[in-house]
């Protein structure tokens, strides 16, 4: 079991910025891909952004590419995300997971390959 907790969301303005945080505990954290979705009020959760176990491949939605940055520190079992010039149809609850297959390759972005799931934490984005 993976165990994962977000932080760091919130209200922000149009063209502001928030760094997301998830921490992990349980299991070997940097054995896992990890991901960031976001699920908006009637819409389904959508793939944001991946990063491989090693941090050494990013994988990102076209909506926010070149605007968001993923990382992750292995040290302190936390993968961060950081979102900068932000719009109003960024607003969502952001979820970190946990991919289901320890040192997968690639980034998967379909949810169905991810067993563990934080709570979530909301973000809004004021016009």
């Known amino acids: 079991q993976v165990q994962l907790a977000e932080s760091g969301g919130g209200l922000v303005q149009a063209g502001g910025s928030l760094r997301l945080s998830c921490a992990a505990s349980g299991r070997t954290f940097s054995i896992y891909n990890m991901g960031w979705f976001r699920q908006a009020p009637g819409k389904e959760r959508e793939f944001v952004a991946g990063i491989t176990w090693s941090g050494g491949s990013t994988y990102y939605a076209i909506s926010v590419k070149g605007r968001f940055t993923i990382s992750r520190d292995n040290a302190k079992n936390t993968v961060y995300l950081q979102m900068n010039s932000l719009k109003p149809e960024d607003t969502a609850v952001y979820y970190c997971?946990?991919?289901?297959?320890?040192?997968?390759?690639?980034?998967?972005?379909?949810?169905?390959?991810?067993?563990?799931w934080g709570q979530g934490t909301q973000v809004t984005v004021s016009s």
């Open positions: 997971a946990a991919d289901r297959r320890i040192q997968r390759i690639v980034i998967v972005t379909n949810t169905e390959w991810y067993d563990y």
